[in-house]
């Protein structure tokens, strides 16, 4: 709804657990998403494709890139190791999500991990202490 005295565009969120996404702002702020369902072997191995592509620019050399991926399918290997019964889905979702992570480590360093080295504080930047959270005891 357009607020006439203000001019400003009112947007309410009507279910607290539903994602805000709004088509008017997707527009006004110009943002792509583009969410698309990959149940095929073959969209998901052209997706697979474009983040790797598109994560392994000019300035990461080969050899650092191939370092990264072995050190990932490595973890996801450990990772999934004692675990017999998982399944391929789950697997394939966490090696997907480990190569990105890893890759993009590999590809450059953020301003905030750059001054955190600067200034001594190691690779673990924040401001608050955090406690382990357990998850069975929340109800909905």
């Given at each position: 709804m357009v607020d006439e005295e203000m001019g400003s565009i009112l947007l309410h969120c009507l279910h607290l657990r539903i994602n805000e996404?709004?088509?008017?702002?997707?527009?006004?702020?110009?943002?792509?998403?583009?969410?698309?369902?990959?149940?095929?072997g073959e969209a998901s191995m052209a997706t697979l494709y474009y983040i790797t592509d598109?994560?392994?620019?000019?300035?990461?050399?080969?050899?650092?890139?191939?370092?990264?991926?072995l050190c990932a399918i490595q973890k996801n290997c450990d990772k999934f190791c004692e675990e017999e019964g998982a399944p391929c889905t789950v697997q394939s979702k966490s090696l997907v999500v480990k190569l990105v992570n890893q890759i993009g480590a590999s590809q450059e360093t953020s301003h905030q991990q750059l001054m955190?080295?600067?200034?001594?504080?190691?690779?673990?930047?924040?401001?608050?202490?955090?406690?382990?959270?357990?998850?069975?005891?929340i109800s909905c």
């Open positions: 996404y709004n088509d008017v702002m997707m527009y006004l702020l110009q943002y792509n998403m583009d969410i698309q369902y990959l149940a095929s598109y994560m392994m620019k000019a300035s990461l050399k080969a050899h650092a890139g191939v370092t990264a991926m955190s080295f600067y200034v001594g504080g190691g690779d673990c930047y924040r401001l608050h202490d955090f406690s382990l959270l357990h998850w069975g005891y």
